[in-house]
């Protein structure tokens, strides 16, 4: 009897263990996954600043609420600071990634109303009646600036919530620690 009970209890640590393997990794190669399922986004990646591409994560496809049919990038290297700009598409519902370099850029956000995992703050707005959300933060080290904007055309239900930017947004933080 001792030995069954012993058996299963160690049967479901190790089914637990697996589990939260899976977790921690669900989130540790999203620019991997989105460069194998979108080479364009490589190519446009590859037009930054190494330097700056150290700083360039994006959401766990999971966290998005879209069933996503296109995935589009555009680096922005014409002009300092630099930029990408990545947009993840389910016909005309659209969520727009956006990071910017701020290196050596004082430009810290002045107002901030949204906690976020591991103790960052954010900006959350919403225009449109709903149907732009917006939540914009700095990087712990402020070299760089992460907007993550939600669009959904008007006449159609909103795609997203408040707690899906947030999820969003605390996804790409939890990739950087």
């Given at each position: 009897?001792?030995?069954?009970?012993?058996?299963?209890?160690?049967?479901?640590?190790?089914?637990?263990?697996?589990?939260?393997?899976?977790?921690?990794t669900?989130t540790?190669?999203?620019?991997?996954?989105?460069?194998?399922?979108?080479?364009?986004?490589?190519?446009?990646?590859?037009?930054?600043?190494?330097?700056?591409?150290?700083?360039?994560?994006?959401?766990?496809?999971?966290?998005i609420?879209?069933?996503?049919?296109?995935?589009?990038?555009?680096?922005?290297?014409?002009?300092?600071?630099?930029?990408?700009?990545?947009y993840?598409?389910?016909?005309?519902?659209?969520?727009?990634?956006?990071?910017?370099?701020?290196?050596?850029?004082?430009?810290?956000?002045?107002?901030?109303?949204?906690?976020?995992?591991?103790?960052?703050?954010?900006?959350?707005?919403?225009?449109?009646?709903?149907?732009?959300l917006?939540?914009?933060?700095?990087?712990?080290?402020?070299?760089?600036?992460?907007?993550?904007?939600g669009?959904?055309?008007?006449?159609?239900?909103?795609?997203?919530?408040?707690?899906?930017?947030?999820?969003?947004?605390?996804?790409?933080?939890?990739?950087?620690?």
């Amino acid at each position: 009897m001792k030995l069954t009970f012993t058996s299963v209890l160690f049967g479901l640590i190790l089914i637990l263990a697996g589990c939260s393997g899976q977790a921690e990794t669900s989130t540790e190669n999203q620019l991997d996954a989105l460069i194998e399922n979108y080479p364009e986004v490589k190519t446009e990646l590859e037009k930054l600043p190494e330097e700056f591409r150290s700083e360039v994560t994006f959401p766990d496809m999971e966290t998005i609420p879209l069933d996503v049919s296109d995935v589009e990038a555009v680096a922005e290297t014409k002009f300092e600071p630099y930029g990408i700009d990545v947009y993840y598409a389910e016909d005309e519902k659209r969520l727009n990634v956006m990071i910017k370099d701020q290196k050596g850029i004082d430009s810290s956000i002045e107002e901030t109303n949204q906690e976020l995992d591991h103790e960052m703050k954010g900006f959350y707005s919403e225009a449109e009646d709903g149907h732009l959300l917006t939540m914009t933060w700095e990087s712990k080290n402020e070299n760089a600036r992460y907007k993550v904007v939600g669009f959904t055309p008007s006449g159609e239900a909103s795609a997203f919530t408040k707690e899906d930017m947030v999820e969003i947004s605390n996804s790409i933080i939890q990739q950087r620690e």
